[in-house]
């Protein structure tokens, strides 16, 4: 069974820092990738997906996540975090079914920002 | 833009109440689905729905069952709720592209307390 793996519960960066959310992925087959924002109080959003082709994937707000086959890996980044930036990220896999993806989600990384 | 929306942010019930949580989708997508988001573990998927009048068990359905009598409504149910039921809600929906992938659009979630 596919698993996801966020390493890091909480990061705490500067304004105007790089940032880089680490996922690990576990699936026997291609997977299909993406990564979820959950700004408080809020439902998911989002942020970007991979399917298949370019390997480094450009998504909303700036945040760009790069898919590594080899190291099982699709890290999350932005060259210059902002203070709305600060929430919840949610890295997915989805197992392909006849009916689209069936997703299973990793436990989050909570960013914080500091100014 | 896709809405999906849940008819209550906030709900609190008492043990042994059966407990309906309501969605809608205004996208004519034909999937739909009902996670529980806990801290420390995710989203994990409870039930999902591929068409009107169908169900899939997800990986958490024991204590839940679902209905979708209409293509853009699919309700949760909780027939006697516990205190373990306690959660964060998200419903999503979906519909399949032509590559045969997906990508699912949340609604802004309901915060179950059962007491």
């Known amino acids: 069974a596919q698993s996801v793996t966020q390493p890091d519960i909480h990061i705490t960066v500067s304004e105007g820092a790089s940032l880089e959310l680490r996922c690990n992925y576990s699936?026997?087959?291609?997977?299909?990738l993406f990564w979820y924002v959950q700004s408080p109080g809020q439902g998911l959003q989002l942020l970007l997906k991979y399917f298949s082709g370019d390997t480094l994937v450009q998504g909303i707000k700036g945040f760009e996540a790069e898919f590594k086959r080899s190291q099982s890996s699709f890290n999350l980044r932005k060259p210059s975090v902002h203070w709305s930036d600060a929430a919840e990220y949610f890295c997915?896999?989805?197992?392909?079914?006849?009916?689209?993806?069936?997703?299973?989600f990793g436990a989050g990384t909570i960013l914080r920002v500091k100014s | 833009d896709v809405k999906v929306t849940q008819s209550s942010r906030y709900l609190v019930k008492r043990t042994g109440e059966k407990v309906f949580l309501e969605c809608v989708q205004d996208?004519?997508?034909?999937?739909m689905f009902w996670y529980r988001q806990d801290p420390g573990l995710g989203l994990r998927l409870i039930y999902f729905?591929?068409?009107?009048?169908?169900?899939e068990k997800g990986d958490i359905p024991e204590g839940y069952s679902v209905s979708r009598e209409k293509k853009e409504r699919f309700s949760l149910i909780l027939e006697s709720a516990s205190t373990n039921q306690t959660s964060m809600y998200l419903c999503a929906s979906s519909r399949k592209d032509s590559t045969g992938s997906d990508t699912q659009y949340f609604g802004p979630g309901t915060r179950l307390t059962v007491l």
């Open positions: 699936y026997g087959a291609t997977p299909y």
């Open positions: 996208m004519d997508h034909e999937n």
């Open positions: 997915a896999v989805g197992e392909l079914t006849e009916y689209g993806n069936k997703l299973v």
């Open positions: 729905s591929y068409d009107v009048k169908m169900k």
